[in-house]
């Protein structure tokens, strides 16, 4: 005899056949722990709504107080020429790794040198590691993609094997 939870949250209902009982009512015991937790990712209807990441990079420009008045025009005007035409009407919690690397690689596309993409991606870095922060992303889609610009010089090694030519031999 199979049993099934069903669970109903919001306008959404998830079946999951879990075999007997027993094993039907701790489950749904279980479910019913994370759910009253909020840890099960799902959205709740009091939670706050996304935003746009445009809207987002606004407020996060404005409360760098620490930084000098130079390096907050920098990263304004970087972020205003370079990120948000790409991602600024994205919500913060759509942006994927996929997005940020498709962005370097129209930014290189469009002839960009690489390291004015690195700075490029300083600023969305930093505004979507407060969004961490923020608890709105679980974690920064933006952290390590320097990776993608780095440029490794090419070493003998790399050229593949040095044959002999007819006089060597």
């Known amino acids: 005899d199979t049993w099934y939870v069903f669970i109903n949250h919001g306008k959404r209902r998830k079946a999951k056949a879990v075999g007997g009982k027993a094993a039907a009512e701790a489950v749904?015991?279980?479910?019913q722990a994370k759910l009253t937790l909020g840890e099960f990712g799902l959205p709740r209807d009091d939670a706050p709504r996304p935003f746009p990441f445009r809207e987002y990079a606004g407020k996060w420009?404005?409360?760098?107080?620490?930084?000098?008045?130079?390096?907050?025009?920098?990263?304004?005007?970087t972020l205003d020429k370079h990120v948000l035409p790409?991602?600024?009407?994205?919500?913060?919690?759509?942006?994927?790794?996929?997005?940020?690397?498709?962005?370097?690689?129209s930014k290189l596309a469009e002839g960009l040198d690489?390291?004015?993409?690195?700075?490029?991606?300083?600023?969305?870095?930093?505004?979507?590691?407060?969004?961490v922060e923020d608890e709105l992303i679980a974690g920064n889609p933006a952290t390590r993609m320097g990776r993608m610009l780095s440029r490794r010089e090419a070493t003998p090694d790399d050229a593949g094997p040095d044959p002999f030519t007819r006089e060597e031999l």
Request: aromatic content about 4%; charged content about 20%; overall charge positive.
């Open 28 to 31: 749904a015991a279980k479910i």
């Open 61 to 77: 420009l404005a409360a760098q107080t620490h930084l000098k008045p130079i390096t907050v025009h920098t990263y304004r005007a």
């Open 86 to 105: 790409t991602l600024g009407d994205l919500p913060i919690p759509a942006i994927s790794r996929k997005h940020v690397r498709e962005w370097i690689a």
């Open 114 to 131: 690489r390291n004015t993409v690195k700075l490029a991606l300083a600023p969305l870095r930093s505004c979507l590691m407060q969004a």
